[in-house]
T-cell receptor, first 116, second 115 residues
Framework: AQTVTQSQPEMSVQEAETVTLSCTYDTSENNYYLFWYKQPPSRQMILVIRQEAYKQQNATENRFSVNFQKAAKSFSLKISDSQLGDTAMYFCAFMFTTSGTYKYIFGTGTRLKVLA | NAGVMQNPRHLVRRRGQEARLRCSPMKGHSHVYWYRQLPEEGLKFMVYLQKENIIDESGMPKERFSAEFPKEGPSILRIQQVVRGDSAAYFC?????????????FGDGTRLSIL
């Protein structure tokens, strides 16, 4: 079974500081992608960053970067220079293909609060 | 380019009524996915449709729930004889093609409340 685990229900960080959100997953698939989505209070689901499982190099998108450890099945998100607008729920997601269909498996989320 | 449009944003129904949730995918997207989000939980996959076809409905309850994506018009998620446990946020996502590296673009969701 495919699972995604986010072990930190809530976190807070001071503005301009760095914070790391953890995510682990379990799968027997070889071909998959990992994503981080942000859900602000407006409830939109906004793609933050994605990582291809077959790539060793960690993905980076401006202030957002990941630490992808494939052997450990770990995919953490680092937010540098945190801003008030980063306050949101963050969901880790794993996409794989099976029998011609493509599915996201989402974690339960980490609520991040950036403090002024 | 308009994003994924879902309506209504909020829907209130009494137990036993029917709920219809609409989703217009992004222009050029022919793949639509529906998810349900309970409070304080992540999104759970319900169904995946491509124009006029249901590709995967493994996450959808066998009874009372149905989905369609007709040749013309939006995708519809229909819940018959709603019960309190159906209260949730329902998200639609779309993508231009089906590929494991293809992120899905989400709508703003419909919050369904059952009285």
């Amino acid at each position: 079974a495919q699972t995604v685990t986010q072990s930190q229900p809530e976190m807070s960080v001071q503005e301009a500081e760095t914070v790391t959100l953890s995510c682990t997953y379990d799968t027997s698939e070889n071909n998959y992608y990992l994503f981080w989505y942000k859900q602000p209070p407006s409830r939109q689901m906004i793609l933050v960053i994605r990582q291809e499982a077959y790539k060793q190099q960690n993905a980076t998108e401006n202030r957002f970067s990941v630490n992808f450890q494939k052997a450990a099945k770990s995919f953490s998100l680092k937010i540098s220079d945190s801003q008030l607008g980063d306050t949101a729920m963050y969901f880790c997601a794993f996409m794989f293909t099976t029998s011609g269909t493509y599915k996201y498996i989402f974690g339960t989320g980490t609520r991040l609060k950036v403090l002024a | 380019n308009a994003g994924v449009m879902q309506n209504p944003r909020h829907l209130v129904r009494r137990r036993g009524q029917e709920a219809r949730l609409r989703c217009s995918p992004m222009k050029g997207h022919s793949h639509v996915y529906w998810y349900r989000q309970l409070p304080e939980e992540g999104l759970k996959f319900m169904v995946y449709l491509q124009k006029e076809n249901i590709i995967d409905e493994s996450g959808m309850p066998k009874e009372r729930f149905s989905a369609e994506f007709p040749k013309e018009g939006p995708s519809i998620l229909r819940i018959q004889q709603v019960v309190r446990g159906d209260s949730a946020a329902y998200f639609c996502a779309s993508s231009p093609r089906a590929a494991v590296n293809q992120p899905q673009h989400f709508g703003d969701g419909t919050r369904l409340s059952i009285l």
